[in-house]
């Protein structure tokens, strides 16, 4: 089964207060160090695999480059990337290449690396169409610069673009989303990510919202109901644009879906490099000597540049068969289509569905699950309480 590969740039221009990821603002001179560290894992992913109990593949058919901020690399340290992956994987023709990119940052050298490294797809991290909700949050670009990168990559021929849109910023009203809405709409992109702020203590600003503070413009974020209101109503529009939703928050004109983030809710094979990156690989034939009776094995690297760069150890968890089970539910339950329990009861076997049959009737009295047959889908409702739909997944597999 082919590979999807992910490898993260946890470099930005600057922080933004929203942010909880593995990333930040360090030296340009760390940049070169870092992908050298990264291609030398590159170049080891055999060893890497065998070590963890993995399958490993060479047939490989998406790349993301993700962040951080791909696209503040120098555009030659981007193609020794490249080249370290094509040596040591052996990339489809047709591959989905995806690399994630902050408005502002994409320069004529750029594109040309884009374009020399076989790059057919960029997410452009939008967030707000509003210039001062986008400046509140410590984003760097104007609705001008969307517009010109935008335009900037169709006449190098990349089309596959991607808009990502927060539901929930400081500042933001029910008029000023649905300008944000419309104008993604008006850009023709075929492909829209739409997430709700998320508040937790791994980011400045969801921490000043704990806290009951005012700094980051934390007393200007819309309360939970209005932002959850500000979903909803992207998924209606969307939707009546021909913007089809396939997955809680992604949506995508026929055809345009993200072949390589459907690997991570169909539960195929990706091999992760860098830091904070995991990697979920089918259990090798001795894996069995490692970690039970697993089918696959996950792993990841250090979630912090420094020990990262030190080569702290992986760390990996073996899948079982039940594990696997309830990760097909919370995973494929993501998506729009559901999961089919005719499928996974031939994978499974029929005996673990059947354990799950009276939480399954029960999320569905609750409004939460659909039911078609053999289908099981999470109804709007679903969606808007999904971690409280797989937890009580969870629940039953553990009892």
């Known amino acids: ?31 070169s160090r870092y992908v050298d560290h990264v291609c030398t894992d590159i170049a080891a992913a055999d060893q890497t695999a065998a070590s963890m109990g993995g399958r490993f593949e060479r047939q490989v058919d998406s790349i993301y480059l993700g962040g951080g901020t791909p696209t503040i690399l120098e555009p030659a340290d981007l193609e020794r990337m490249f080249r370290a992956l094509r040596d040591k994987f052996e990339v489809d023709h047709d591959a989905e290449i995806t690399v994630e990119c902050a408005p502002g940052t994409l320069t004529p050298e750029m594109l040309t690396a884009f374009l020399r490294c076989g790059v057919n797809r960029v997410s452009l991290g939008v967030q707000s169409w509003v210039d001062t909700e986008a400046a509140a949050v410590g984003r760097l670009h104007t609705r001008a610069k969307v517009l010109e990168d935008i335009s900037q990559l169709r006449k190098s021929d990349i089309k596959n673009i991607n808009v990502d849109l927060i539901a929930g910023l400081p500042h933001q009203t029910a008029e000023s989303w649905e300008y944000s809405v419309s104008e993604t709409l008006a850009s023709g992109v075929p492909h829209v990510s739409v997430y709700m702020l998320e508040v937790d203590g791994d980011s400045r600003l969801g921490r000043e919202l704990m806290a009951g503070g005012q700094k980051y413009h934390a007393h200007f974020v819309p309360e939970d109901d209005l932002s959850a209101d500000f979903y909803i109503a992207a998924c209606d529009r969307l939707e009546q644009a021909g913007v089809h939703q396939y997955e809680i928050s992604n949506f995508a004109r026929e055809g345009s879906e993200s072949r390589h983030n459907l690997k991570y809710w169909e539960r195929k094979p990706y091999f992760g490099f860098g830091v904070d990156a995991h990697s979920m690989l089918l259990a090798a034939p001795n894996a069995s000597r490692q970690g039970g009776d697993a089918v696959a094995v996950r792993f990841a690297g250090a979630d912090e540049l420094n020990p990262f760069l030190q080569n702290a150890p992986l760390v990996r968890t073996a899948v079982c068969r039940r594990e696997a089970l309830e990760e097909s539910f919370f995973l494929g339950l993501r998506l729009t289509r559901g999961v089919c329990l005719q499928e996974l009861g031939q994978e499974f076997g029929q005996s673990g569905i059947e354990n799950l049959t009276n939480v399954i009737e029960e999320l569905v009295e609750d409004g939460l699950l659909q039911r078609h047959d053999q289908r099981l889908c999470l109804t709007m409702a679903g969606r808007m309480l999904s971690n409280e739909v797989f937890q009580r997944f969870l629940t039953v597999e553990a009892q």
């Open 1 to 31: 089964m082919p590979l999807g590969i992910y490898i993260s740039i946890p470099f930005c221009k600057s922080k933004c207060s929203y942010c909880n990821f593995s990333t930040g603002v360090v030296s340009r001179a760390m940049y």
